[in-house]
């Protein structure tokens, strides 16, 4: 059997984001990779504007939740094998130690969930800010094992997504 990859998608609020990273890899990801999301200070729940549009593009959101990023460095853990940081604030913050060392990269996307205006100016935002992930997480759907399994993956994670022809 193929090996399967844990990812983690980190952000502060785990509300937006990494919600929709984790919903969007565990779909596309076709049973490759399993994705999971927590933040540094979890809001405790997940934006009603991100399950909005998630459902409005048939994602399964019964089972997401806005759980603290502790969960995931404590024993008994699913052991991670590729971490991304889904915001700035995340990234600079003092993470847990993850078991194993998992490979980690930076994709920096703008949050939604800050965005104050009408109903349609918020979902329009999710609806940018998702696109920009999904082309993120279709690269790294896209790369090939030996890439993921290479001694240079932390570069390539980094520039999955930003620009055409990184994948390959």
Known sequence: MDKVYNVLFLCTGNSAR??????????EGKGRFKA???GSHPTGRVNPDAVRLLESRDHLTA??????????????????????????????????????HPTTAHWPFPDPAALEGTD????AFFADVYGQ??????????????????????ARLQAAGADEGVAG
Do not use: Q
């Open 133 to 154: 992930i999904e082309k993120r997480v279709a690269a790294l759907c896209r790369l090939p094992v030996e890439v993921l399994e290479g001694d240079d993956l932390h």
């Open 18 to 27: 990494s919600i929709m990273a984790e919903s969007l890899l565990n779909r």
């Open 63 to 100: 089972d997401l939740r806005s759980k603290s990023w502790d969960e995931f460095a404590a024993p008994g853990a699913p052991k991670m094998d590729l971490i991304f940081t889904v915001c700035d604030n995340a990234a600079g913050e003092v993470c847990p130690v993850w078991p194993g």
């Open 36 to 38: 999971y999301s927590a």
């Open 120 to 123: 349609a100016e918020r979902l």
